[in-house]
């Protein structure tokens, strides 16, 4: 493509837009397209240790049509200042920040909320380690054939570009393997896996009695009972069926620039307060849109009943769900205000996430004591109604007859599987009636649904751990 035709295709992409939204949030197209660049670039550069230019192909690659504004990007990564800067056509700047601890955040010429992180109280894992020292390559032939296939790439895009994957059975790593770069401390993004961690949040404030799940959610913009956002419950915003309105989140595409959520997430510097503003789009209860507008929300309650201050809800995180798990490896980014950015953006390695994932496999109890809240489980894996994708309170789901369940069974997954998932190839898969937890990692496009090669993964991982049961149970 020449670029005159670029150019014409770059402006014409922005004209459009525009009239989409309007012109007073037209000029907030170029600032999200430059925002999530901006965000992840620096979040993977300084976080996780990767090459920026590598990071940025293999990110663009997975959304189609982003090309169209990201060759007319100008980036600057200064490593010595610990920030990335991005404009687009000199008229959309994003500044991400780096912060020791902290991670990234975009900001917005505001400043960024000043804090310090908590003192680390050194408090013991309570979850039993879950590896030996070293790398632990595949545990059997089979494995070795499944993760081989996981990350050869296609002939032709789209391609996988898988980066890590973790499986652990019976609560101890049998496999793992890692791209080029990265290895078992790696933080890498989850994107909306995050959302499932703030799902556990909120179920660890309803064990504490601090969040109920039914009656008003406690938002203090809503507390007029004559607005009709008061009906809004805690169980609404878990399962995206608060009729808040906001967009989309379920796409990764040029075409997501288009959607409210995402002037939320790069050009607010408080977006819990841009999405307790907005409107309804439909009665709450009524019906399943999913955005993260609505997790958001959810973090804004979690720093609330923590405390208040931003310290207050990394140290509750901590102390309450990464601690006890032994998860290590792991950054809590926030917005600009000091809220968690709980929708999308938590860093950890494919080792912590899979001692997330166990977690869920045990019920919610580790080292014989109870983090989630008894039946938290269920609920979490319980299918929304109307939710087409299979989703459940906080994470998807195999469950009940929804159209991405069926599908997800067809391709060979267990029924009883339920699973963390980010956009353009994150996993955290949990299936109880296999003792499995399998984490994939990479940098894959959201369609077409194999893209990422995990039907594949799923299927050969059940069927060479249960081959080996059988095995074991004959000797």
Known sequence: MTRRRKIILAITAIACAGLALGAARARDVPKIATGFIAHTLCSETFVSGLDPKRDLAETIDAMPGADLLTWAMNLQVDRARKDVTVTLFGIGRSHAVYREGLGCTLEHGQGIADLALPPDDKQPA??????????????????????????????????????AIVVMKNGRIIAERYADGIGPQTQLLGFSMTKSVTSALTGILVRQGKLKLDGPAPVAAWQNPDDPRHAITIDQLLRHTAGIALGSSLQASLGSVLEPVNTMKYAEDDMASFAERASLATAPGTAWNYHDGNTIILADLIRHAAGGKPADALAFARRELFAPLGMHDVTLQLDASGTIEGSGEMMASARDWARFGQLYLNDGI???????????????????????VGIGAGFWTNQGNSFGAKFRVDHGWPRDAFFAKGTIGQYTIVIPSEKLVIVRLGRSPNFPPDADGVFDLVRDVVATTREKGKLAGAN
Do not use: C, M
């Open 126 to 163: 309570l979850l039993p380690e879950i590896t030996g020292p070293g790398l632990v390559t595949p545990q059997s032939e089979g494995l070795s054939v499944a993760l081989d296939r996981a990350f050869a790439e296609p002939t032709q895009p789209p391609y996988r570009r898988t980066r």
């Open 366 to 388: 580790v080292g014989g004591k109870r983090i989630l809240p008894e039946g938290w489980v269920n609920y979490s894996a319980s299918a929304t109604p109307s939710a087409w």
